[in-house]
């Protein structure tokens, strides 16, 4: 089974997905665990490799030793994203999930490209609610707390036409340990982030339901309102809008973070793919007749080094979409120009008229490199294109 051990703490988690795909992880809300996600991991699998987890305390995750806090649920997060190797992610959570990504987001910004807050707020519920909450179920365990979740979670109409759909989640909630159940409460209870939200630097979508009455839709309105540049939503729907509305809660998500799974999409796979796109790559920019020269003579000596490069420099750099060809070719030649590697600007000079770079963006250029590089490093840049601007011409000429 897949666990971790993070600070005494065991922690169940499932991975799935292309290992090429962005990730993006979902966190699941007080008295769930990681089911709830079904819907939007089954839809978005082809797009995403998808890390679910229970919270701690929650279905298959061990108890915590005490009360916890929405820092301790932050912390597993990062843990987990350690253990797998995950340097940055996606990440989605709702209402306790969604405190856990608040508390990312303010802490751990770097680790996150955007972040989903669901049904939650920076301050969730009362202390007295929480307490009262937190002492009955210590009293009387979780069956007196399940149909009135549901009823909260949802709308009175989607409970009246759900039939057996809601099941899984009485179930898990059902079988909660009241001790887990209760130390999450209590870091609901004392998590405020209301101040720490503002200086959030991660691009963030906030999702509220139009009729939820644990985290209200001007509660998420406000919360998109205190984070720079993020983005709000509303859906027709109570507690848990993801089962609520699952196909927009997932159009929501795909739309916000649809550019970085396109990207993905269109990115080499594996080793063999990223040779064969970098080799493509490489002829259209430095011209088949060059890259035929290359591969006719490797040897023993330099066949995996011309691997290497086809791959990752032309297969995995420029491949990317950050920046089109054209810049790139830009730069290159800047920075041959810098480390005075004249053989190698040779070749971007001639190869540039591939990128669509005319002769006139070349020299400014140049006298860009005069200025931030030295003049001798410019002259002789200068010198360089001259003779490769030269020689292209008169290969022109004999064609005709």
Request: glycine letters at 8%; proline letters at 4%; hydrophobic letters at 45%.
């Amino acid at each position: 089974m897949p666990f971790i051990t993070h600070a005494g703490n065991r922690l169940f988690y499932t991975l799935e997905g292309a290992e090429s795909a962005p990730v993006l992880i979902f966190s699941n809300s007080l008295g769930t665990d990681h089911t709830m996600w079904s819907p939007q991991a089954e839809a978005l699998g082809r797009h995403f490799r998808i890390l679910r987890y229970d919270t701690r305390g929650h279905g298959q995750s061990a108890l915590p030793p005490g009360p916890g806090s929405v820092a301790e649920l932050g912390s597993d997060v990062i843990a987990l994203m350690d253990a797998l190797n995950i340097r940055k992610a996606a990440f989605c959570g709702l209402s306790m999930g969604g405190l856990t990504g608040m508390w990312l987001g303010v802490n751990a910004p770097q680790r996150f490209s955007r972040i989903v807050l669901a049904n939650t707020a920076p301050k969730i519920g009362t202390l007295d609610a929480w307490n009262t909450r937190i002492e009955g179920v210590l009293r009387d365990g979780m069956a007196p707390l399940v149909e009135g979740s549901l009823q909260r979670w949802f709308t009175p109409s989607f409970v009246s036409a759900a039939g057996n759909r809601l099941d899984d989640l009485r179930k898990v909630l059902t079988g909660l340990d009241a001790r887990g159940y209760a130390a999450n409460c209590a870091a609901v209870r004392d998590a405020d982030l209301r101040e720490a939200i503002k200086t959030i630097s991660v691009p963030v979508l906030v999702i509220a339901g139009s009729a939820d009455p644990s985290t209200t839709a001007a509660e998420g309105r406000a919360l998109a309102d205190a984070i720079p540049g993020a983005r709000y939503l509303e859906l027709e729907a109570a507690h848990l809008s993801n089962r609520e509305q699952p196909e927009r809660f997932t159009e929501a998500l795909l739309d916000f973070l649809g550019a970085e799974a396109q990207q993905a999409a269109n990115r080499p796979a594996n080793d063999g793919e990223r040779y064969q796109a970098g080799l493509a790559v490489r002829r259209e920019v430095l011209g088949s007749a060059h890259v035929d020269r290359s591969l006719a003579r490797l040897n023993s000596l330099n066949d995996e080094f011309q691997n290497l490069i086809t791959r990752y420099a032309w297969g995995e750099i420029w491949t990317r979409e950050g920046l089109p060809r054209h810049t790139r070719s830009l730069i290159t030649i800047a920075m041959m120009v810098a480390l005075n590697r004249s053989e190698e600007l040779k070749l971007h000079l001639r190869a540039a008229a591939n990128n669509n770079v005319s002769r006139d963006e070349i020299k400014e250029v140049l006298l860009q490199t005069a200025i931030y590089c030295g003049v001798p490093a410019a002259n002789s840049a200068f010198h360089m294109a001259e003779e490769v601007f030269a020689a292209v011409d008169m290969e022109g000429l004999k064609g005709l």
